[in-house]
């Protein structure tokens, strides 16, 4: 679940901040919560997007049908 | 100096990691408990997993405890996260970041919301029975340096309510969830073990409730198991951990160590002491890639 350049340097930033014992408020946790959970929603509809590889098969009808013996 | 301690001992305490290690491969065992020597790299999955227990347990604690409102008590939670996730890296692109723990945990939150969780820690005179901490004596042993009751010490996230029934709760943080996360709770000794403890507490649990998180690349997943055991089940186990513990000591009077010499040398991505095993010479093979770690599970990391 990568995280835009700007938004990881954000998190990274809030991180140093409350590790430092800086008295981070309540809505600033939220907003970095509002990234993760962005990252999370676009995540999820990246990978239901994503194509599916099929197998592919080639069927070989005229030796499927070829006479016994012919 | 070496990274050997100049004397060696028996440990006085015996947890599930430890029964666990030593029934894989009791050289195993005396690699990691009795030479007391560990891998100098910190996993990140052990590092993660400290840590969402952590901003999990201080999260349960403000909300059923010190009465903090659910917004409240889940910052509490993801503050306590964060410092116990502290300036660790992961190398980039691999999962369980500290953004990923940090989502997990609010996916957490989501899932399970701690005014609507179904199971709530019982309320006890000490208060929410949040990371309930037991060690007891396990009968009949004898530590073979002191003379004391070697003890069984454990750890687990919760004892818990749920349909008006008492359960043991441990919640996991795991790769991937499936039928073969779901099937390994079964007979799973450390749930045993909780519930043995649970009930010689006076504590009448009926089995274990298992909870995992999933942290992929592409999202978050949740489970949940119930495990029952049996008064049986928990019987057998106790036999079980006492013969357990009398070949541990049989080990020790030996001074030999057996090597198990097949799966669990390459089970979970290979034993962190293959290195060691492959040599004839051990010691020489201990820097730089050990450390020495003193084991105590009675101290909390």
Known sequence: MPLSVEDQKRITDFRARVLAGEDVKAEEYREMLGLIRARRVTAAVEGAAKPRKKATAVLDLDALFKPAGG | ?301
Not at chain 2, 137 to 153: A, C, D, K, R
Not at chain 2, 185 to 194: F, S
Not at chain 2, 263 to 289: D, I, M, T, V
Request: aromatic share 14%.
């Open chain 2, 1 to 301: 100096m070496s990274l050997i301690p100049a004397e060696l001992t028996f440990p006085e305490a015996i947890d599930s990691s430890q029964r666990a290690a030593f029934t894989a491969c009791p050289r195993k065992f005396f690699y990691e408990y009795i030479w007391q020597i560990a891998p100098a790299y910190t996993s990140r999955h052990l590092h993660a997993g400290a840590a969402f227990a952590k901003g999990l347990e201080i999260a349960r604690k403000a909300f059923f405890e010190l009465k903090l409102s659910k917004a409240d008590a889940e910052i509490a939670g993801f503050k306590a996260l964060i410092i116990a996730y502290g300036d660790f890296e992961v190398i980039e692109g691999e999962t369980k970041s500290f953004a990923d723990m940090l989502g997990a945990l609010d996916y957490y939150f989501e899932q399970y919301a701690l005014d609507t969780d179904p199971i709530r820690p019982l309320i006890t005179p000490l208060g929410a029975a949040v990371e309930f901490t037991f060690a007891l004596e396990i009968p009949g042993t004898v530590h073979p340096q002191t003379g004391n009751p070697i003890l069984y010490f454990g750890r687990f996230d919760q004892l818990c309510t749920f349909n008006d029934t008492l359960f043991v709760e441990d919640d996991k943080t795991a790769s991937q969830l499936g039928a073969s996360w779901a099937n390994q709770w079964e007979l799973r000794a450390q749930l045993t073990g909780y519930c043995w403890a649970a009930r010689e507490y006076g504590y009448n649990v009926q089995g274990a409730i298992i909870r995992g998180v999933s942290i992929l690349k592409s999202g978050y997943g949740n489970a949940q198991e119930i495990t029952y055991r049996p008064r049986w089940q928990v019987d057998r186990w106790l036999i079980q951990l006492q013969r357990d513990v009398e070949r541990m000591k049989q080990c020790w009077r030996d001074t030999y160590w057996d090597y198990a010499l097949d799966g669990a040398c390459s089970h979970y991505g290979g034993c962190s002491f293959l290195p060691l095993c492959k040599s004839p010479q051990p010691e020489n093979w201990l820097e730089p890639g050990y450390v020495h770690r003193e084991w105590n599970p009675m101290v909390k990391l």
